[in-house]
């Protein structure tokens, strides 16, 4: 299991199935336990929302995740990461998604591990997932 001493960092896909209650994150950590988000994630539930049939609704969910989840924004260090992660899976033949890249270049410069529900992420070498 990943060493979730610092925090663990959220994908918005774990985010999505907690407000489509499929999921409940707070019985997943401890009450002690800190929660990240990466602002790339925060910019697709933010796209999700104004996409919705009811985006008030949706944004009122978002706004009360943020009182318990810090968002982390990216820097020159997290642009290194992407860049070699991005690089590393082309060559594989293996890419993923160009936003999924940022948020693993989050949980690798930050060294927290990261919780999703994606499978591709686990593609990432020295990427620790915790699969929700």
């Not at 697709?44 to 943020?66: F, M, N, R, V, Y």
């Not at 009182?67 to 642009?79: E, F, G, H, I, Q």
């Not at 936003?99 to 994606?118: G, H, K, S």
């Amino acid at each position: 299991m990943a060493d979730r001493s610092q925090g663990i960092l959220l994908d918005s896909s774990v985010i999505i199935a907690h407000f489509r209650g499929k999921l409940d994150l707070f019985q997943l950590i401890s009450p002690d336990e800190p929660l990240f988000m990466p602002l790339v994630a925060l910019g697709e539930l933010l796209k999700g929302a104004l996409k919705s049939a009811d985006p008030a609704k949706h944004q009122a969910k978002i706004t009360a995740l943020l009182k318990v989840v810090a968002v982390l924004n990216p820097d020159s260090a997290t642009a290194g990461h992407y860049a070699a992660v991005s690089v590393a899976l082309e060559a594989k033949g293996q890419p993923v998604p160009e936003n999924d890249l940022w948020i693993a270049a989050v949980a690798l410069e930050l060294d927290m591990p990261l919780a999703t529900r994606d499978a591709h992420f686990d593609r990432i070498d020295g990427l620790a997932v915790i699969q929700w």
